[in-house]
């Protein structure tokens, strides 16, 4: 699998507290050049959440961008979408006799060991980190910082997404250390004196695709 070298997460959470429904940031990234969404919703899944992801799936399909859930195998499979999974998520082997060899699978890790063990799993990629420091998740497991990146590196096959903390100013670093693609939350949203609208999120990522070309 070739991944892109940004991966824009739709965080719930981080956008509920500035007031950003999820198909209108879906819309704006898409519409400002990403290719490819992950949707990553912690709490209850209503309906109306459900609702917002299958409206995400739709703008997805039409734009031929990859469409990733957060943990839900279930949703995943309903959705006709990936599936991205954690240490204490359904495991990969068991997600992969659920969506079968054609959906894709990634897998987060946040130490050499996890690493190297999820690098015998059948997923497509892999995640590590945190990075840096972040906001996005609460109880985050410990920052591992840009060199533990290079250092392990080597231990899989598969692509490696870098997540955590990873804005604008620090992602060269990030990919200069090997890492394949960057997972990025807080960087692609509005501060708190910046409009929380569709322009602005829109022109935030044709900010990070000014970046991608510059690399």
């Known amino acids: 699998m070739t991944l892109p070298r940004l991966y824009p997460i739709l965080d719930s959470e981080s956008l509920e507290r500035r007031g950003i429904a999820l198909e209108r940031a879906a819309e704006a990234f898409l519409e400002g050049g990403a290719s490819i969404l992950q949707i990553r919703h912690k709490g209850h899944w209503s309906r109306a959440i459900f609702d917002s992801a299958r409206t995400i799936a739709r703008l997805c399909a039409e734009a031929g961008v990859p469409f990733i859930v957060d943990d839900r195998a279930d949703f995943a499979l309903l959705l006709d979408a990936g599936l991205h999974v954690g240490q204490d998520d359904l495991a990969p082997r068991d997600a992969r006799k659920l969506l079968g060899s054609g959906r894709t699978i990634g897998f987060s890790s946040h130490s050499a060991q996890q690493l190297a063990a999820a690098g015998g799993e059948p997923v497509d990629y892999v995640a590590l980190g945190p990075v840096f420091g972040t906001a996005s998740k609460r109880n985050p497991d410990p920052v591992i910082g ?15 997404v870098a997540i955590g903390g990873i804005a ?8 200069d250390a090997g890492a394949d693609s960057v997972a990025v939350i807080a960087d692609l949203l509005p501060g708190p004196q910046e409009p929380a609208c569709t322009a602005f999120l829109r022109h935030r990522m044709e900010e990070w695709q000014q970046l991608l070309k510059a690399a």
């Not at 060199?147 to 096959?157: M, N, S, T, Y």
């Not at 604008?168 to 990919?175: E, L, S, T």
């Open 146 to 160: 840009v060199g533990e990146i290079r250092r392990c590196r080597p231990l899989v096959e598969q692509p490696l």
């Open 168 to 175: 604008r100013a620090n992602a060269r670093a990030v990919w």
